[in-house]
């Protein structure tokens, strides 16, 4: 073990030493690059970087623009961090930048090349992924279809809250709405249940262990994403440990898959869930279905991402409401005047809510659940501003830094709802002062289903109970501290007191 790392420092050191000789061979052939702070030898600005990055390009925009170039380690990164930046990235030249930056780690079982959210646009397979996933999963007959099983998911979590508020225990919000959000997806793939909203067993506490395995890896800083060079070399391991991540999901998902072929097999009547369709799917130009390999992929991406970013966005918005008592109480009296005595609150309902979509889109603009969106990349060289975006360059976009940016927003870090009622802003790739699911052809496909989900599941703990704090927080309010990684989390996760009404 003490060669290798011996090996793997060596290498890295010969390979840094090849860069920065390179560096000061060519560096006549980085100008142009939009404005930024000044890189140091072979660790390039890294260090203007903290634990929150997103906090940290703002701050680094304020000072040197909204479109804005980095050198992060031995990759040219390219900023935008205002509405206009964002439009110029996501719309004007949407065709240049709408290949990914592939991290290292995704690379673990060969994901990028069959993931969704990771495969080039112009590729086949990325086109069928979307055209099945927008047809058959997110489509508004299909979501329209699937009302009574939200609504029972709902209803269960609304069952437990109130075993808990009986006992006086504390809800672990973000917990429950994970597990609930969970279901929702295994139900409409599976046709069953894949976790529990009581003491996790068997394979429920794997599936959910596994997935916050997933992004707990995932979201730590990488050295093989700032050095490409040393990525075979998988330094730190989180490729090889997200490989074992991968393994372990993909035997749930496989097991799912040939129990659905052996029922098929018997003769069994087809459920005519996801997975039937993913099944008796057939490609329009081969007539070629999907591999295992892309199933299980697929897969992976819709319950890492289905299940955390939703459960994030109802987070934080209960930890605001509970800071901002006037908001929490304007939200519930509009719900008691909308719903009047009806208990069980229909998606048809939330139109009529519009204090609490204020609500939503607020929690979007100050908590973005992946803050920096997915990584793009520069496609060719493209001219941008006037400023040259070289090809290869990593794109981000700082959806974080465009919510509070005071020239798009008044009193920007304030949390106040009341904002969005006389506006037509909203979050669904049109507006780009509010990005949360990102716009233009690598918008997320999810967002019709985030969207009845979040309101759902909000709408229905706020009118179905009063909440406040625990007895110990109740004096220093929410500790509203983030964990930065795939998505950006309440550090320590809210808890709360739920009372019936």
């Not at 997933?214 to 989180?238: C, E, H, K, W, Y």
């Not at 005071?406 to 304030?414: G, Q, S, T």
Request: charged share 25%.
């Amino acid at each position: 073990m003490e060669l290798f790392h011996l090996c793997t420092l060596c290498a890295i050191l010969i390979i840094s030493s090849l860069y920065l000789l390179r560096l000061l061979v060519f560096a006549g052939g980085r100008r142009n690059l939009p404005p930024g702070p000044r890189p140091l030898p072979l660790v390039g600005n890294l260090l203007d970087l903290d634990a929150h990055p997103h906090r940290s390009l703002a701050r680094l925009a304020a000072r040197h623009g909204p479109l804005m170039a980095l050198r992060l380690g031995a990759v040219t990164t390219v900023v935008a961090s205002s509405a206009d930046a964002a439009r110029d990235v996501l719309q004007r030249h949407d065709a240049a930048f709408s290949v990914r930056s592939i991290p290292d780690v995704v690379r673990a079982c060969a994901h990028d090349q069959h993931s969704i959210g990771w495969l080039p646009p112009g590729s086949p397979r990325w086109r069928a992924l979307r055209k099945v996933c927008s047809a058959e999963l997110f489509a508004p007959r299909r979501l329209d279809a699937h009302q009574s099983l939200r609504r029972d998911k709902v209803q269960r979590l609304v069952d437990h809250v109130a075993r808990l508020a009986r006992d006086g225990a504390p809800v672990d919000v973000a917990r429950l709405v994970f597990t609930t959000a969970l279901n929702l997806l295994s139900c409409t793939i599976f046709s069953a249940d894949l976790a529990g909203l009581d003491e996790d067993q068997g394979t429920s506490g794997d599936l959910k262990g596994l997935i916050e395995e997933f992004t707990m890896i995932a979201g730590v800083p990488n050295v093989s994403d700032f050095f490409p060079a040393v990525a075979p070399l998988d330094p730190q391991r989180l490729r090889t440990r997200l490989s074992g991540v991968f393994k372990r999901l993909h035997a749930i998902y496989d097991e799912q898959i040939e129990r659905r072929l052996q029922e098929r097999a018997a003769g069994e009547p087809p459920k005519n869930d996801f997975l039937d369709l993913l099944l008796d799917y057939r490609g329009a130009e081969d007539g070629h279905g999907f591999d295992r390999q892309t199933l299980l992929s697929l897969l992976m991406d819709l319950f890492t991402a289905a299940s955390d970013t939703s459960t994030t966005t109802v987070e934080w918005a209960m930890a605001e409401l509970l800071q901002n008592p006037s908001s929490m109480a304007k939200a519930r009296a509009e719900l008691a005047q909308v719903m009047g005595s009806k208990k069980e609150i229909e998606e048809s309902d939330i139109g009529q809510l519009r204090y609490l979509q204020a609500v939503v889109k607020e929690t979007f603009r100050l908590h973005p659940a992946a803050p920096l969106l997915l990584p793009h990349q520069a496609e060719t060289t493209t001219e941008i501003r006037g400023y040259t975006v070289p090809k290869g360059a990593r794109v981000l976009v700082n959806v974080w830094a465009i919510g509070r940016d005071p020239e798009a927003w008044d009193d920007p870090e304030k949390f106040m709802p009341e904002r969005f009622l006389e506006t037509e802003i909203d979050f669904r790739g049109k507006y780009f002062e509010l990005l949360p699911f990102g716009s233009g052809r690598r918008m997320c496909p999810g967002m019709p289903l985030a969207d009845r989900m979040v309101h759902l599941i909000l709408a229905t703990l706020l009118h179905r109970f009063e909440w406040k704090l625990p007895a110990a927080a109740e004096k220093n309010g929410v500790d509203m501290s983030e964990h930065f990684g795939v998505t950006v989390s309440l550090a320590i996760p809210l808890k709360a007191i739920a009372k019936r009404t």
